[in-house]
Nanobody
C-alpha cells in the first residue's frame, strides 16, 4: 500500500493550498481517508476525514470553515483544500486510510503516507 501526499509548500497567512494524496495497492473505495498533521515538537493531530460509504466528512474544530476534504474514487485520490491559512497550521501533513468511522485517533488508521510540509508565514 502506498499513500503519496503532495501539494505542500510555503504560503503567507491568509493564503490557500490544496493537498493531494494518491493511493495505490488498496481498494480505495473501501477505506475512510483522513488527514492528520504534526507540528514540530508536538504530537500528531487529526485534521479531517471523509467516509468511504457516503462521502460524509468530519473536521477538527481548529480547521472548520477553512478546510474542505473531498475524494475522487475514480482517481484513488483524496484532497484537502486549505483556505485562510494561519501560522498555527504549519506542520507536516499526513494522509491516512482506515476502516473505522467515528473515531479519529491515529490508531484507527492503518495506512499512512510520507507527509508533506506546509509552512504558513505571518
Amino acid at each position: 500500500v502506498q499513500l503519496q501526499a503532495s501539494g505542500g509548500g510555503l504560503v503567507q497567512a491568509g493564503g490557500s493550498l490544496r493537498l493531494s494524496c494518491a493511493a495505490s495497492g488498496l481498494s480505495f473505495v473501501n477505506y475512510n481517508m483522513g488527514w492528520f498533521r504534526q507540528a514540530s515538537g508536538k504530537g500528531r493531530e487529526f485534521v479531517s476525514a471523509v467516509r468511504r460509504s457516503d462521502g460524509s466528512t468530519h473536521f477538527a474544530d481548529s480547521v472548520k470553515g477553512r478546510f474542505t476534504i473531498s475524494r475522487d474514487n475514480a482517481k484513488n485520490t483524496v484532497y484537502l483544500q486549505m483556505n485562510s491559512l494561519k501560522p498555527e497550521d504549519t506542520a507536516v501533513y499526513y494522509c491516512a486510510a482506515g476502516i473505522v468511522w467515528g473515531s479519529y485517533s491515529p490508531s484507527q488508521f492503518g495506512y499512512w503516507g510520507q507527509g508533506t510540509q506546509v509552512t504558513v508565514s505571518s
